[in-house]
């Protein structure tokens, strides 16, 4: 007789996802979380200095806030406070100016110029504007959406490269790289196709919703979700490795917040055939190599407009971007890499001592690299805001290999699942209409191998809930 109605193996934002919905149908609910603290890539720790509360993997959350899911969940119940900077974001240049990503269109002029601001706003209005009404399809698997048109809208620059559509769309550099950054967060070549469609998607997130940070660091966001569990009688048990299906607990049903290939070395011999194949082909994504730091002092900025922003983007020109997004898929490391930072004391007094700040700064690196990629993250930081270096208190590197211990989902370092290729953009982790199903009867992968993907939003593990509720589990 099964214990449970469902068991759920990781405890990462997908998997309480799934584990929240399933207890909101009135399932009896058993998370499983191979670590000592709950989180999976959504956690804090003293990484630097004691008293210095780092995020050590995700920390800014524009699809966080913007979730569906997240937004009908009462998580501020339960702790959840969202921290917003004063604009979502900021890209430097040699010069000492910058562009700077506002929540609202009209300081966009003086940011990219009269002429590409007007353009800014045709290309990403529609967006903003049914942002609540849109966002539902923009995170679903592939299907019918509910606003056919606007989301055949979206799809048609969208789909396009990065560098296509913003070499068609704009005239100067300051409004392709702003553009253009946000789409590296994918980690793909910016000419490919559709990697427009990740930037888009988070400009438009930053202009309707922000780009905020969780009050206490990435941890409490981890917290709430569980707090919101427990209310509905849902369990957590922590320090629960599971290496094979024979070690869940009887369920009716069971939801994996693990990759593909984990996939296939907890399933065995019990998954074959086609579904293996095409797991086994399921490509990984570039890595991350990421460093904390405990500062003396806030960042100085050479252009104090940066200061304003909650993320910060660090390379410079389009082409540097594109040459920085083109190195790690292909295996090399560049010189000069885009350096996704932040510093969350600056919003947060909470994380720091008084007076002291935290930061961090992650960069695309090979999947699986072994080179310490300090040196040339600090030089970018450096080169926008001289005198960094002389600030910093501690520092804790860590590359693909170290973030995989902290968390086995991120293989090789991959921090979404699986490359966001145009391929695997619809059909992950396997070309199939049913995507969080298995061919094992009543198990169901949930995780960012899922569609929509990498980020946290919480939707992979929602729409695998429903399915198996909708399978009668």
């Given at each position: ?92 240049f ?6 700077v ?20 706003r045709?290309?990403m ?70 990697t ?13 919703v922000g ?14 979700l ?6 509905l009688?849902?369990?957590i ?5 599971v ?18 290939r ?45 200061a ?13 971007l ?41 960069c695309?690196?090979?999947?699986g ?25 501690a ?69 695998a ?6 399978d009668?589990?």
């Amino acid at each position: 007789m099964a214990r449970y109605d469902v068991v759920v193996v990781g405890s990462g934002p997908n998997g309480l996802a799934a584990a929240v919905e399933m207890a909101r149908a009135g399932r009896s609910v058993l998370v499983l979380e191979a670590e000592e603290t709950i989180g999976g890539a959504c956690r804090s720790m003293e990484l630097t200095l004691p008293g210095f509360v780092n995020d050590a993997f995700s920390s800014v959350y524009p699809l966080g806030i913007g979730s569906p899911f997240f937004r009908s969940l009462p998580l501020a119940e339960h702790g959840l406070k969202w921290v917003h900077p004063e604009a979502p974001l900021a890209h430097p240049f040699e010069d000492g100016t910058a562009a700077v990503l506002e929540r609202s269109f009209g300081p966009m002029a003086e940011t990219l110029g009269a002429g590409d601001a007007r353009a800014w706003r045709e290309l990403m209005w529609p967006l903003v504007k049914h942002w609540h009404a849109l966002v539902p399809d923009m995170l679903s698997p592939f299907g019918i959406p509910r606003h056919p048109f606007r989301m055949a809208a979206f799809g048609m620059e969208g789909l396009r490269s990065l560098k296509g559509l913003a070499e068609a769309r704009f005239r100067g550099d300051r409004a392709r790289a702003l553009l253009g950054a946000c789409s590296g967060h994918v980690g793909l070549p910016l000419d490919y196709a559709a990697t427009a469609s990740y930037g888009m998607v988070l400009v438009a997130a930053g202009h309707a919703v922000g780009w905020p940070l969780v009050l206490g660091g990435a941890g409490s966001l981890t917290a709430a979700l569980a707090s919101y569990l427990r209310s509905l009688g849902g369990e957590i048990r922590t320090g629960v490795r599971v290496r094979s299906l024979g070690e869940v607990p009887p369920a009716r049903a069971v939801l994996l917040d693990v990759t593909a290939r984990q996939f296939l070395a907890i399933a065995g011999d019990r998954v074959h055939g086609r579904y293996r194949r095409q797991l086994e082909r399921f490509r990984l994504g570039v890595g991350v190599f990421k460093v904390d730091w405990a500062l003396d002092g806030p960042v100085p900025w050479k252009s104090p407009a940066v200061a304003r922003a909650g993320t910060v983007h660090l390379v410079g020109s389009p082409a540097e971007l594109y040459a920085s997004e083109e190195a790690p898929w292909h295996g090399w490391h560049t010189e000069r890499p885009l350096v996704l930072f932040a510093q969350p004391s600056a919003l947060d007094p909470t994380r720091a001592p008084p007076g002291k700040h935290v930061a961090w700064g992650y960069c695309h690196v090979p999947n699986g690299s072994d080179v310490d990629m300090t040196e040339r993250i600090e030089a970018q930081v450096e080169r926008f805001a001289p005198g960094f270096r002389d600030l910093v208190l501690a520092r804790s590197s860590a590359g693909p290999a170290t973030l995989q211990s902290r968390d086995a989902n991120l293989v090789g370092g991959d921090i979404n699942g699986g490359a966001g290729t145009l391929s695997q953009l619809f059909f992950r982790p396997a070309f199939r209409l049913h995507p969080y199903r298995t061919p094992i009867p009543g198990v169901y992968l949930c995780s960012a191998s899922t569609p929509p993907g990498g980020g946290v939003h919480g939707m992979c593990g929602y729409h695998a809930a429903r399915a198996a509720l909708g399978d009668g589990y």
